[in-house]
């Protein structure tokens, strides 16, 4: 299995670091080769078939259950060492962290993601993706792995900055969209088809109050 690391000054990397610092968030319409793509694409759906996706829970630890009213998607983490194209995508999302480390100073230790399938009618509400008892989330990212998707699928990424603005994301293939965690809420809205990612978080060292 192979890295597929690439410096921490490549200008794409630098062009998020950038958009984080004037913003908060970030999006990059083609992240990945069309060919990594797919194999996420077929991973994630191959897990779904083999009935490894698991209903996601809302809260944390003891905290956390299963709640459809709130958020309909099912999930499986992803590790290292499991398939080639989980590898790569690691290796990249690294580089990234070493670059938001030099240019942000942010002190990102890991990152942590799971493949979501949001079956047809599936959504999540409003909500922001630090826990108020985790500090270690800083900086969410989410990967899109939907091919031919068309704005009418639905499915949008909507995200809610400052004054009032709404700002939707098609979850396009090789889409990648990066924010901080605990600053941007946002939601998940229902599509027609289903809607496949990878979601994930860059993490600090942490004060967990229990």
């Known amino acids: 299995m192979r890295a597929m690391q690439i410096p921490s000054d490549h200008p794409l990397l630098l062009r998020i670091v950038d958009d984080l610092a004037e913003r908060g968030w970030s999006r990059q319409n083609i992240f990945l080769p069309d060919a990594l793509t797919r194999a996420l694409a077929a991973e994630c759906r191959q897990r779904a078939v083999e009935g490894e996706l698991a209903p996601a829970a809302v809260g944390r630890g003891p905290f956390s259950e299963i709640r459809e009213g709130i958020r309909g998607d099912r999930i499986q983490w992803i590790e290292p060492g499991q398939v080639d194209a989980c590898d790569r995508y690691l290796g990249l999302m690294d580089s990234l962290r070493e670059a938001l480390n030099r240019g942000l100073f942010l002190g990102l230790e890991d990152f942590e993601s799971h493949f ?25 990212a989410v990967l899109y792995l ?65």
């Open 146 to 210: 939907n091919d031919a998707w068309l704005p009418e699928h639905g499915g949008q990424l909507r995200m809610y900055l400052d004054e009032g603005i709404e700002h939707d994301v098609v979850p396009t293939g090789g889409c990648l969209v990066v924010f901080l965690s605990g600053d941007i809420p946002h939601e998940v809205l229902p599509a027609t088809r289903d809607r496949l990612s990878l979601t994930g978080w860059f993490r600090r060292r942490g004060n967990e109050l229990f």
């Open 116 to 140: 979501a399938l949001y079956p047809p009618g599936a959504f999540y509400l409003k909500h922001v993706d630090r826990f108020r008892d985790d500090d270690r989330r800083m900086v969410s």
